[in-house]
Nanobody, 124 residues
């Protein structure tokens, strides 16, 4: 079992930055692919970014490419999402997820473990 807890969300003005963290417990994240997803009000949950188990491969949704950066520190059992140049359309609940059997994937069904989410609100 893997327990995931997100933190770092909040209210920020457009153009600002936030850094989300996802702390894992229950097992080491070594060998585990991680992803970030988000769900805006009234919309489905969408893929944001993914990173393979050792951090050598990342992939982003087109909407965040060049603005967001996913990274991980396996020694700290933590994954991060650095979000820069935030826009009002980035407002959503952000979830981290863990996949013990995929290299890195944008597919939600490949992730077995999910956090509870952290709210990010970007004001215009």
């Amino acid at each position: 079992q893997v327990q995931l807890v997100e933190s770092g969300g909040g209210l920020v003005q457009a153009g600002g930055s936030l850094r989300l963290s996802c702390a894992a417990s229950g097992r080491t994240l070594s060998g585990v692919a991680m992803g970030w997803f988000r769900q805006a009000p009234g919309k489905e949950r969408d893929f944001v970014a993914t990173i393979n188990w050792w951090g050598g491969s990342t992939f982003y949704a087109d909407s965040v490419k060049g603005r967001f950066t996913i990274s991980r520190d396996n020694a700290k059992n933590t994954v991060y999402l650095q979000m820069n140049s935030l826009k009002p359309e980035d407002t959503a609940v952000y979830f981290c997820a863990a996949s013990t059997y995929s290299s890195s994937t944008r597919l939600q069904e490949d992730y077995e473990y999910w956090g509870q989410g952290t709210q990010v609100t970007v004001s215009s």
